[in-house]
């Protein structure tokens, strides 16, 4: 084992120590031992055993826990204390600019046991409250993990976003020296809208087909090397990219090719044949379908519904109408209600805004007890006078306990608008467990929405396991609207779902959950799963206008 092997895994034991709260003595005595292994200028598997506890800052202690690891390969104590530590924890020893200390208050004071719980809830605004954090530290964790998440080579969409605007600017200006005719789309799973980025892809047509492609590898903003059939690259963030150089003439086969899935492609081009094709729905036409979305081409039902012409007409973000499920101050937002009822009437142009800060099972977000819910409708009915006709909705994102019952009475319920139940804590069920919970607070006659079905965190945590189709059947049965969580993070519900729910006449809704005035523009992600799943306007509850809200949510607490 090398030294440096050896001087890691003491670090590791010191700071796992140190969340133990151990001996502080002890503690230090081992990191120490860590700096003094690392800087050694001869090789610990080369000394003589009987040695080692003679070298400076070393003792008999220490020695022996370095012979143990020369002699197995690993340090009991060391595995004996990894039992005790939750596995995400532990990956947040490795997360640049947080030592245990903090790690510590995060995991026995915040609750948050992954590092993709830890993200989320920078996200929300949540570490600002703990002892010793601030938005300058909160805004590095998250930073810092954005850089561990990036190594995987796996990224959110809305993490590659701006990097791939940015790009498809710098290609089109680069293109204009070749003449003013070259054309450029994005491809693959980018322009397919998926919410896992493993590949950024570029086509490029050209009528200067020689000159591009000798050119390209001197493009400045990558350094692109000319692969088999296009030229790659990986970014300094760890994102690959690849750029496809065709004829002018290939340009929308070639697009079309590597904008799909590759069973779609096959499925279409067997009915279309190989063009040339003047555009893309030139293709769809030969092959006699409607034009597919590149968001649909998935090879799901979409060739199917395109060959019957009952393909939906996909939602657009400005089919949105009001924002629900959003925070304020009075839980763990940032702004004040006012100030993200403003906004969204304002700045977004909306006509309703839906508050729905955390109940008070959620004591680390500061959640409303019940004297704080009437202050804050208190305040709703000022706001609404002063902004009116805009509307402030009364809501509230009320825990689903693990009895799957809600966190307020029914006298406290039915004072808001309308109720998003979600599930907060406890999110080890087995999959019967958590489909019985959900289900008995999808029954609770005061549920409008359920918030964020599985849970999940992308990237980082899984959903908890529920039966999809009986949660989507229940909700159908009582009347009870599926959340499409926009934050990039979530998405949830996942849109390979939002085709069943809509079959069986269940409303979903883009909801941005937004803790800051900048959050709701998360619901642009939401709206690009929604087109996955094939939302149309009608059936998403926040594309109705005031007046069909409105009703809707007297009629539903009616």
Same mark, same amino acid.
């Given at each position: ?32 031992? /860590? ?19 003679? !070298? ?19 340090? $009991?104590?060391?595995?004996?204390? !990894? ?58 964790? $998250? ?48 322009? *397919? ?80 044949? @190989? ?50 499920? @959003?925070?304020?101050?009075? +839980? ?12 969204? $009437? ?19 977000? $500061? ?41 307020? +009475? ?26 019985? *919970? ?7 006659? /005061? ?13 980082? *945590?899984?959903? /908890? ?45 883009? @909801? ?14 939401? !709206? ?31």
């Amino acid at each position: 084992m090398e030294n440096k092997t050896i001087a890691r895994t003491l670090r590791l034991l010191s700071q796992l120590m140190e969340l133990h709260e151990e001996n502080p003595f002890k503690i230090k005595s081992i990191a120490n031992a /860590y700096f003094k292994v690392d800087k050694l200028p001869f090789a610990l598997k080369d000394k003589p055993i009987e040695d080692i506890d003679k !070298i400076d800052g070393i003792g008999k202690g220490l020695a022996g826990k370095i012979i143990e690891l020369l002699q197995t390969g690993e340090l $009991k104590e060391l595995n004996d204390i !990894i039992q005790q530590t939750p596995e995400g924890v532990v990956d947040m020893l490795g997360i640049k600019g947080i030592g245990p200390k903090k790690i510590l208050i995060i995991w026995r004071t915040l609750g948050i046991e992954s590092i993709g719980e830890l993200y989320y809830a920078c996200n929300e605004n949540r570490l600002i409250e703990a002892k010793g954090f601030g938005l300058k530290t909160q805004e590095e964790i $998250k930073n810092a993990i954005e850089f561990k998440l990036a190594a995987n080579g796996r990224f959110l969409y809305a993490q590659v976003e701006g990097f791939a605007n940015t790009l498809h600017t710098q290609l089109s200006e680069w293109l204009v020296r070749f003449g003013s005719h070259s054309s450029l789309g994005f491809a693959g799973q980018y322009r *397919r809208a998926c919410e896992i980025i493993d590949e950024l892809e570029f086509v490029i047509g050209t009528e200067h087909l020689e000159q591009v492609l000798a050119s390209l590898e001197s493009f400045e903003p990558l350094s692109l090397i000319a692969g088999v059939d296009a030229f790659i690259t990986t970014t300094s963030a760890g994102l690959r990219v690849k750029i496809f150089v065709v004829d002018k003439a290939d340009f929308y086969l070639q697009w079309f090719k590597q904008t799909g899935n590759a069973e779609h492609v096959e499925k279409v081009l067997q009915l279309a044949g @190989n063009g040339p094709f003047a555009n893309e729905e030139e293709i769809y036409s030969k092959a006699g379908l409607a034009f597919i979305e590149p968001e649909l081409r998935e090879d799901f039902d979409e060739i199917e519904l395109a060959k019957a012409n009952k393909l939906p007409t996909l939602i657009a973000y400005n089919d949105l109408k009001g924002s629900l499920h @959003n925070h304020s101050t009075w +839980s763990d937002g940032v702004h004040t209600l006012e100030q993200m009822a403003v906004y969204c $009437k304002d700045t977004l142009n909306m006509q309703y805004f839906g508050i729905c800060d955390h109940s008070k099972t959620a004591v680390y977000a $500061k959640g409303l007890n019940e004297q704080r819910v009437f202050g804050q409708h208190r305040e709703i009915d000022e706001l609404n006078k002063k902004l009116a006709p805009f509307k402030i909705f009364k809501g509230i994102e009320s825990d689903i306990l693990s009895d799957g019952s809600l966190d307020y +009475s029914d006298d406290i319920l039915k004072t808001f608008d309308f109720v998003v139940a979600s599930v907060h804590s406890n999110l080890r069920m087995d999959e019967t467990k958590a489909t019985a *919970r959900l289900l008995k607070a999808i029954e609770n006659p /005061y549920t409008t929405i359920l918030g964020h079905p599985t849970g999940r965190l992308l990237l980082s *945590r899984a959903g /908890y396991p529920i039966d999809y189709k009986k949660i989507i059947d229940a909700c159908a049965s009582n009347n009870v609207v599926i959340e499409i969580n926009a934050n990039p993070l979530r998405l949830d519900l996942d849109w390979r779902w939002h085709r069943y729910a809509l079959e069986k006449g269940v409303l979903l809704s883009v @909801n941005p959950d937004a803790h800051r005035t900048e959050g709701f523009h998360d619901m642009r992600f939401g !709206i690009l799963v929604a087109r996955k799943g094939g939302l149309s306007a009608d059936k998403c509850l926040n594309a109705f206008s005031l007046e069909e809200i409105t009703e809707y949510f007297n009629k539903k607490k009616g």
